[in-house]
């Protein structure tokens, strides 16, 4: 199990499909396809699905947030060099980490989904 669950987070890792592993998830940029290109593994499994992938890029940004700021807060170092870090990081992390939240979300489904069809491969 525990190397399955390895392998699913490499797969995610690298922005492959989490049933085949070999189909790339994007098309180009942040241009997604509806389905894998090898296996046809549909990547948006029903209307809403990707509320969890935000729901994963918003925590993954805050973690790293939390991350640089909060030893910068706790040393007592002044307002503005946190200021000049964290609020572009804001903004700009989120776009960062939007391919792979998806990626990272359609695993964390198939950890906690698993259904017959995902293996019937
Ligand atoms: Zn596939």
Do not use: Q
């Not at 199990?1 to 797969?11: E, I, K, P, T, V």
């Not at 947030?65 to 990081?89: C, E, Q, R, T, Y």
């Amino acid at each position: 199990m525990l190397g399955w669950a390895l392998l699913l987070l490499w797969r995610a890792l690298l922005l492959r499909c989490p049933r085949c592993g070999k189909g790339k998830i994007y098309r180009r940029g942040y241009t997604m396809h509806e389905a894998c290109p090898v296996c046809g593994w549909r990547f948006e499994r029903e209307e809403g699905y990707w509320t969890g992938a935000m729901a994963v890029n918003l925590v993954a940004t805050e973690l790293v947030i939390v991350a640089v700021i909060f030893p910068l807060a706790v040393s007592g170092a002044p307002a503005a060099p946190m200021l000049i870090i964290g609020l572009p990081a804001t903004v700009l992390l989120p776009i960062l980490g939007y391919r792979h939240s998806k990626s990272f979300w359609m695993t964390i489904d198939f950890l906690l989904n698993p259904t017959p069809e995902m293996f019937n491969y």
